[in-house]
T-cell receptor, first 114, second 113 residues
Framework: NAGVTQTPKFQVLKTGQSMTLQCAQD?????MYWYRQDPGMGLRLIYY???????DKGEVPNGYNVSRLNKREFSLRLESAAPSQTSVYFC???FGRGAYNEQFFGPGTRLTVL | KNQVEQSPQSLIILEGKNCTLQ??????????LRWYKQDTGRGPVSLTI?????NTKSNGRYTATLDADTKQSSLHITASQLSDSASYIC????????????FGSGTRLLVRP
């Protein structure tokens, strides 16, 4: 099992460009999440999907959109990138949405917006 | 405001030595607390999970403690190895039914030969 995979690993964008970060999991998990990690700060939730067909905003959703394409895949889109979106993005998944369901993280995408 | 604070921010120790990392939280309600290990360039991986009623949980050379009264946790690493070099993140869950996690900013540990 590959677990949670993310593409690309690295990306450099210019201000105003758009891109989609891809995430897939092969653990038959129901819930999926997108986080961002900035220096000196804890991970912050951008969006999550409790189950296939549903998505909800997290703590920092502005400037992002998501799509839960199917049970395996959850993508994050930046429509018009801004320098403030320079960060490391992590996708995670869990079997359920309760507190005892461990979240498994992908390797991350390092995004730089110039 | 729900917060998780970790100390120290960074730590350097010699291989074979022990160390203890601290976590203080002000999250309420409280469901459980996890310690994650994050290697450079990788995603976090769970080491331990403790509920309100648990005081200690071990995973090999890693031992986590929890004092729910003072809202403090610690992660003790015994006989450190070079592979222990990583960031260690304290994460608190608000309630049993919630997906929401409150992350600390981590302690960056460097183990030197």
């Amino acid at each position: 099992n590959a677990g949670v995979t993310q593409t690309p690993k690295f990306q450099v964008l210019k201000t105003g460009q758009s891109m989609t970060l891809q995430c897939a999991q092969d653990m038959n998990h129901n819930s999926m999440y997108w986080y961002r990690q900035d220096p000196g700060m804890g991970l912050r939730l951008i969006y999550y999907s409790a189950s296939e067909g549903t998505t909800d905003k997290g703590e920092v959703p502005n400037g992002y959109n998501v799509s839960r394409l199917n049970k395996r895949e959850f993508s994050l889109r930046l429509e018009s990138a801004a320098p403030s979106q320079t960060s490391v993005y992590f996708c995670a998944s869990s079997f359920g949405r309760g507190a005892y369901n461990e979240q498994f993280f992908g390797p991350g995408t390092r995004l730089t917006v110039l | 405001k729900n917060q998780v604070e970790q100390s120290p921010q960074s730590l350097i120790i010699l291989e074979g030595k022990n160390c203890t990392l601290q976590c203080n939280y002000t999250v309420s309600p409280f469901s459980n607390l996890r310690w994650y290990k994050q290697d450079t360039g990788r995603g976090p991986v769970s080491l331990t999970i403790m509920t309100f009623s648990e005081n200690t949980k071990s995973n090999g050379r890693y031992t986590a403690t929890l004092d729910a009264d003072t809202k403090q946790s610690s992660l003790h690493i015994t006989a450190s190895q070079l592979s222990d070099s990583a960031s260690y993140i304290c994460v608190v869950s608000e309630s049993d039914s919630s997906y929401k996690l409150i992350f600390g900013s981590g302690t960056r540990l460097l183990v030197r030969p």
